[in-house]
T-cell receptor, first 115, second 114 residues
Framework: ETGVTQSPTHLIKTRGQQVTLRCSSQ?????VSWYQQALGQGPQFIFQ???????GRGNFPPRFSGLQFPNYSSELNVNALELDDSALYLC??????????????FGPGTRLTVL | AQTVTQSQPEMSVQEAETVTLSCTYD???????LFWYKQPPSRQMILVIR????KQQNATENRFSVNFQKAAKSFSLKISDSQLGDAAMYFC???????????WGAGTKLIIKP
């Protein structure tokens, strides 16, 4: 069984650019959550996707957006990059049955550096 | 607002000894879940143990156990017989029942001395 994978592993962008991060969920998992983890801090919830729709959002501006595809993989898009967007971006997938979310399994993350 | 606090930025323990990591949380909910995650230098977040708030019995997973004090809103992790592979950042996290969002503490760096 393949776990959660993320690409790329590292990325360097300049301020004002746009970036797309990708996540493949674990087999059988239909829910994907994205987290931002700044250096030395705990993760912060960005949003979650379930059945291709955003299913909850944390305190992040609209320039953070996402997609979920029919195969449950997901993308995180960040527009107009700012220096403070430099962080590790974690994707987590989970199964969801009867509307109840279950355990989240994490990918290895994408390290984004904004210069 | 729901918050999770880990008051120990760093802990160290001798190999084979026992260490306890502290976590407190603030919530007005009655049904929720608590988790301890481990994040080694490889960055991948790994679930160590989880506790359902409605269960009075403390969760145990091999060398890992928790002390869940619901009234005190405390959720500590005890690691017995510490091993070099236990060295990592440990995060305490909280989620209310049927919700989607994990709320995290700032983490505790655990150092294992050989």
């Amino acid at each position: 069984e393949t776990g959660v994978t993320q690409s790329p592993t590292h990325l360097i962008k300049t301020r004002g650019q746009q970036v797309t991060l990708r996540c493949s969920s674990q087999s059988g998992h239909n829910t994907v959550s994205w987290y931002q983890q700044a250096l030395g801090q705990g993760p912060q919830f960005i949003f979650q996707y379930y059945r291709e729709e955003e299913n909850g959002r944390g305190n992040f501006p609209p320039r953070f957006s996402g997609l979920q595809f029919p195969n449950y993989s997901s993308e995180l898009n960040v527009n107009a990059l700012e220096l403070d967007d430099s962080a590790l971006y974690l994707c987590a997938s989970s199964p969801r049955t009867s509307g109840v979310p279950h355990e989240q399994f994490f990918g290895p993350g994408t390290r984004l550096t904004v210069l | 607002a729901q918050t999770v606090t880990q008051s120990q930025p760093e802990m160290s323990v001798q190999e084979a000894e026992t260490v306890t990591l502290s976590c407190t949380y603030d919530t007005s909910e009655s049904d929720y879940y608590l988790f301890w995650y481990k994040q080694p230098p490889s960055r991948q977040m790994i679930l160590v143990i989880r506790q359902e708030a409605y269960k009075q019995q403390n969760a145990t997973e091999n060398r890992f156990s928790v002390n869940f004090q619901k009234a005190a809103k405390s959720f500590s992790l005890k690691i017995s017989d510490s091993q070099l592979g236990d060295a990592a950042m440990y995060f305490c996290a909280y989620r209310i029942d049927s919700n989607y969002q994990l709320i995290w503490g700032a983490g505790t760096k655990l150092i294992i001395k050989p």
